[in-house]
């Protein structure tokens, strides 16, 4: 049996899809679900900055970024309970499609 690899893109719409399909069609609902839904891809997809003439700027910028997602991730995630989903089982979604929150 071989074993299936999955890209990190394809964890994340995984677990989107799963946890869309728990939320209403109101504007209200969407705008909180698509908070959710940008620190995922800001965790697993923003751009690795380069250095520049002056340093780190644009690679610590990112990592910013990057670190500032997780950490929402790993937090209460409030937009997600405002809209009666829990922040444990959709961490439970990620962590079994293989994607790392942690630092």
Known sequence: MESVMFTDSEKVKAVEKVVSHQIGESVETRLMYEIFSRALHDAFFVEKGKK???GKIATNYSE???QDAKRYLRSSMPHLVAIGIEPEWVRRLMKKAG????K
């Open 52 to 54: 520049g003439k002056k």
């Open 64 to 66: 910013i970024i990057r």
């Open 99 to 102: 994607l790392d929150i942690a």
